[in-house]
């Protein structure tokens, strides 16, 4: 099945600084990522989708200047969390569109803490 | 706005026992129904897609339904083991887009 590789797993970063976090399809061309993000005891919510060379689209509520998405290649597409503050604390989960190949696949997350 | 639901919250059961877990959708035009195992600081593991088509899905001990007129779907494990303790979550797609409204999960416990 499609495979991704998400990184950093964890990363505590100081309140003001930027984090990126890092999504690689393995073995396939991604022309869509879809980044999701769970607060604690809530459910995963879809943040934002990158599409391959265009811009990426939000989700009503998110910021679209505090988590910039790159999506440059087929296999790579980033969110890089801008001026972090404690409330952006959460697990980060990218996932793939995979146009039906093998259903769903995700990334392993990201838990992001802000202090 | 699709809104899914998963009962109960929690389970705790002794090993051995078959147990249900519910998930509810409030918007029966579903394009597929996925149920994920999530394992404490860790990603998803897909465990059974049911398409809107399909009644249910089985895969080891494990069965999934789906009643889409209802709005439900239900997870049914047999002979519950300590390894199946998970946080096991329901999340359906709407169109072809792929983008998943997700459930806020069942916590299982297997007592050994």
């Known amino acids: 099945g499609a495979v991704v590789s998400q990184h950093p797993s964890r990363v505590i970063c100081k309140s003001g600084t930027s984090v990126k976090i890092e999504c690689r399809s393995l073995?396939?061309?991604?022309?869509?990522m879809f980044w999701y993000r769970q607060f604690p005891k809530q459910s995963l919510m879809l943040m934002a989708t990158?599409?391959?060379?265009?811009?990426?689209?939000?989700e009503q509520g998110v910021e679209k200047d505090k988590f910039l998405i790159n999506h440059a290649s087929l296999t790579l597409s980033t969110l890089t969390v801008t001026s972090a503050h404690p409330e952006d604390s959460s697990f980060y989960i990218c996932s793939p569109r995979t146009h039906g190949r093998d259903g769903y696949t995700f990334g392993s997350g990201t838990r992001l803490t802000v202090v | 706005k699709q809104e899914v639901t998963q009962i109960p919250a929690a389970l705790s059961v002794p090993e051995g026992e078959n147990l249900v877990l519910n998930c509810s959708f409030t918007d029966s035009a579903i394009y597929n129904l996925q149920w994920f195992r999530q394992d404490p600081g860790k990603g998803l593991t897909s465990l059974l897609l049911i398409q809107s088509s399909q009644r249910e899905q089985t895969s080891g001990r494990l069965n999934a339904s789906l009643d889409k007129s209802s709005g439900r779907s239900t997870l049914y494990i047999a002979a519950s083991q300590p390894g199946d303790s998970a946080t096991y979550l329901c999340a359906v797609s709407q169109g072809g887009s792929e983008k998943l409204v997700f459930g806020k999960g069942t916590k299982l416990t297997v007592n050994p």
């Open positions: 073995d396939f061309q991604a022309t869509t």
């Open positions: 990158s599409n391959e060379g265009s811009k990426a689209t939000y």
